[in-house]
């Protein structure tokens, strides 16, 4: 059965905006080219919130043909270009501002349910934290990936801030990597 992950980048103190709403993005390096491969590997269908869809729609459609992208990004720009992606929203009228898009017909958790019933790889939600903390509250997540750079932001987006879900997890996998970050997996631990 096909499972849904929430993959996303933080600061040490837990962020993945900062407090202009800038983006964290970690310092590329050969074992990021890994993490990256992993995920391509492992997904084919990415979830989103309008916010974060306008967001990733805005950048990554070009990145692929930009000759200032490095390589590995143009891989990734790739992968996120050519991946299945449903957008949840209730104002936008259509998803045509990036290929492969559609908009969600039906909550998270009946689109999740049906996902699950298909053909296909992993799914995953890779931005958006007020979209995790839905998926987490309608308790579809499956497992968290998070990949932590050695910064502190102070303020801005936090990825499970204000949460009322208590869930236990088991780490799966720990790496430092060349950076200084690091790489944690995380399966949830369902009881019931």
């Known amino acids: 059965m ?3 992950v929430v993959s996303m980048v933080q600061s040490v103190d837990g962020y993945i905006n900062g407090p202009g709403h800038e983006p964290l993005i970690p310092e ?13 590997e492992r ?4 979830l989103y919130g309008r916010a974060a869809w306008q967001e990733m729609a805005a950048f990554w459609p070009n990145a692929e043909t930009n000759p200032e992208t490095p390589e590995p990004q143009r891989k990734l720009a790739n992968f996120m270009n050519g991946s299945r992606k449903i957008v ?16 969600a017909n039906h909550g998270i958790e009946t689109v999740v349910e049906d996902l699950r019933k298909g053909q296909g790889k992993d799914m995953v939600i890779f931005a958006g934290a007020a979209f995790a903390q839905e998926a ?19 303020h801005g ?8 879900f208590r869930t236990n997890l088991m780490l799966t996998e720990a790496k430092q990597m060349d950076t ?13």
Not at 96 to 103: P, R, V
Not at 180 to 192: Q, W
Request: net charge negative; glycine share 4%; aromatic share 14%.
């Open 2 to 4: 096909r499972k849904l």
């Open 28 to 40: 590329w390096s050969s074992d990021l080219d890994q993490w990256t491969f992993d995920m391509i």
């Open 43 to 46: 997904f084919d269908t990415l």
């Open 88 to 103: 949840f929203s209730r104002t936008l009228q259509d998803a045509d501002a990036w290929q492969n898009s559609t908009l």
């Open 136 to 154: 987490m509250r309608a308790d579809v997540v499956d497992e968290i990936w998070l990949l932590t750079v050695p910064l502190l932001f102070g």
């Open 157 to 164: 987006t936090r990825l499970f801030d204000g949460h009322t």
């Open 180 to 192: 200084g970050a690091v790489s944690t997996r995380y399966v949830r631990v369902r009881t019931s």
